[in-house]
DNA sequence: AGAAAATGCGACTGCATAGTCATAATTGAC
DNA sequence: GTCAATTATGACTATGCAGTCGCATTTTCT
């Protein structure tokens, strides 16, 4: 009689596909890392979660669809790793320290969602044509990082050098862990070159720019 | 009667078939930095290459084949603008300078070469399993970038900052070049931005490694 | 309980493509 | 010119995979 649905509780469902949802972009999330982007197949995927190779169509267009959600997903991750931008502007070195550590923490607990972002990057990079709708969540990366450097620089109006900065960021931690891994190094080993080069960056842009350290 | 064959030249049919040779070569450079490396077929090289299918098996085993052998000429590429190994050995400052005018001509004169390098670079780093003898020519790099570096350091003998050394360059390049093209920006301002990373890169690593600059 | 809606399923169709092979064309030797 | 060796060809086969669709299962509503 009174057991009237609970409005905040979504039904049993909708609660399923988005169970299977979430095993559907898990699965993606691995195979993209096995066996490369381009080389899987969906049936891979739906075989990895475990699911029917029609569910996969229930739940996305297709695998560039599926891609371009996690990639809006690595990207949200790393911009929440991130100080928030109303948060109070430290020095040049503490805004800098905290960028690189989002980065790094990304990669230290979610290596799968960084490696299938720098992925994706690269492809962007190298034909962005060919794969309509991928660029977006890399411009929301580099957005928010020149969001947050923009306070800490000697001039915040200064637009062009706070998105040169935030490129330069983005490039040293991105090639860094892509040189890094193709050379085959350790994860550990990466994550201590990422610090070199956070002092270097340091040290360097600073006295380019003559901020106050 | 005495027109013995010239032992210098090779036969035409030897010359043809390197001619064919460097066209699929051409050819499959042209179309991975189009439809991408895994996302284009063989016919697409062989019609690209205006040769029948077949002709593309006799010079190459398979795909792969084919872009190892494109990933060793860029790395050769590469190193040939290098300075030699047995240059005088100038200034920290030069010695960085000349590199990073290694990469930076590469990418002006032969930028297809360079993105299918960082195409490939990609594709180790993120899983190398899946994608055997594709390695070497990037170790081969780093190696080159090392012992051009050995010299202008304070400390020849130390191997392991030599090679971080050479590391934070490569990264430093194939990230911005890789970051720059994935939020669009123009090859020129991605040399641009290659300069300012120079520079920051020489201030803040002089400093941390006591180099006399 | 019974009807309707939402979700999941996997056999099936059609197409794309890897790799082969018998044949043709070109070249080199004599 | 003739024969042998090298190189090129593209029709063909066999496989793999994208995307569909009718049906099964589960949930929701009344």
Same mark, same amino acid.
């Given at each position: 009689?009174?057991?009237?649905?609970? =409005?905040?509780?979504?039904?049993?469902?909708? #609660?399923?596909?988005?169970?299977?949802?979430?095993?559907?972009?898990?699965?993606?999330?691995?195979?993209?890392?096995?066996?490369?982007?381009?080389?899987?197949?969906?049936?891979?995927?739906?075989?990895?979660?475990?699911?029917?190779?029609?569910?996969?169509? #229930?739940? %996305?267009?297709?695998?560039?669809?599926?891609?371009?959600?996690?990639?809006?997903?690595?990207?949200?991750?790393?911009?929440?790793?991130?100080?928030?931008?109303?948060?109070?502007?430290? *020095?040049?070195?503490?805004?800098?320290?905290?960028? !690189?550590?989002?980065?790094?923490?990304?990669?230290?607990?979610?290596?799968?969602? %960084?490696?299938? !972002?720098?992925?994706?990057?690269?492809?962007?990079?190298?034909?962005?044509?060919?794969?309509?709708?991928?660029?977006?969540?890399?411009?929301?990366?580099?957005?928010?990082?020149? *969001?947050?450097?923009? =306070?800490?620089?000697?001039?915040?109006?200064?637009?062009?050098?706070?998105?040169?900065?935030?490129?330069?960021?983005?490039?040293?931690?991105?090639?860094?862990?892509?040189?890094?891994?193709?050379?085959?190094? *350790?994860?550990?080993?990466?994550?201590?070159?990422?610090?070199?080069?956070?002092?270097?960056?340091?040290?360097?842009?600073?006295?380019?720019?003559?901020?106050?350290?």
């Amino acid at each position: 009689m009174d057991d009237e649905p609970d =409005p905040r509780i979504e039904g049993r469902a909708s #609660r399923r596909a988005t169970k299977t949802r979430q095993r559907l972009l898990d699965a993606a999330l691995y195979i993209f890392n096995t066996k490369g982007i381009e080389g899987c197949a969906i049936e891979d995927i739906t075989e990895s979660a475990d699911v029917g190779k029609g569910t996969f169509y #229930r739940h %996305f267009m297709d695998k560039l669809d599926i891609l371009r959600t996690l990639l809006d997903l690595a990207a949200d991750d790393l911009i929440l790793r991130m100080p928030p931008t109303d948060a109070p502007a430290l *020095s040049f070195e503490d805004r800098i320290t905290q960028l !690189f550590n989002a980065h790094a923490t990304l990669l230290a607990e979610r290596a799968d969602l %960084f490696l299938v !972002f720098l992925q994706g990057q690269t492809m962007v990079a190298t034909r962005s044509s060919s794969i309509p709708g991928l660029q977006p969540p890399f411009a929301r990366y580099i957005t928010a990082l020149e *969001s947050r450097l923009k =306070p800490v620089l000697p001039d915040p109006a200064d637009v062009a050098g706070a998105r040169q900065l935030a490129v330069a960021i983005g490039a040293i931690i991105c090639g860094n862990i892509t040189v890094g891994m193709s050379i085959l190094s *350790s994860k550990h080993d990466v994550i201590n070159n990422l610090d070199l080069a956070r002092q270097s960056l340091l040290v360097g842009t600073s006295q380019r720019l003559r901020c106050t350290v």
